[in-house]
């Protein structure tokens, strides 16, 4: 069983920045792919980023946060981050980290991951 636990969440304004990160328990997790999805209050959870190699240099976003959020990994440190920057009061949410064993296609759904952190909430103010 693969423990995630995320951090970095907080309360910031509008244009501000925040890095969540998200440790993991395994010691293969170079192995894994690493999501991070987003649940806002009354609406489903979504996809926000991923980081489907292992190396970090494969990633996908969701249209909503490209160019403003990035994700990556520390695979000596068993860490995926997300650094969201320009933040906007529609970002607020709680955040989830999601590890899966193997790399595939299907990284943007739900179904296609194996564990899942606890949240973390982002709140952002006007």
């Known amino acids: 069983q693969v423990q995630l636990v995320e951090s970095g969440g907080g309360l910031v304004q509008v244009g501000g920045s925040l890095r969540l990160s998200c440790a993991a328990s395994e010691r293969t997790f170079s192995s894994y792919a690493m999501g991070w999805f987003r649940q806002a209050p009354g609406k489903e959870r979504e996809f926000v980023a991923a980081v489907i190699n292992w190396n970090g240099g494969l990633t996908a976003y969701t249209d909503s946060v490209k160019g403003r959020f990035t994700i990556s990994r520390d695979n000596a440190k068993n860490t995926v981050y997300l650094q969201m920057n320009s933040l906007k009061p529609e970002d607020t949410a709680v955040y989830y980290c999601?590890?899966?064993?193997?790399?595939?296609?299907?990284?943007?759904?739900?179904?296609?991951?194996?564990?899942w952190g606890q949240g973390t909430q982002v709140t952002v103010s006007s």
């Open positions: 999601a590890a899966r064993e193997k790399f595939g296609l299907e990284y943007r759904t739900l179904r296609y991951y194996d564990y």
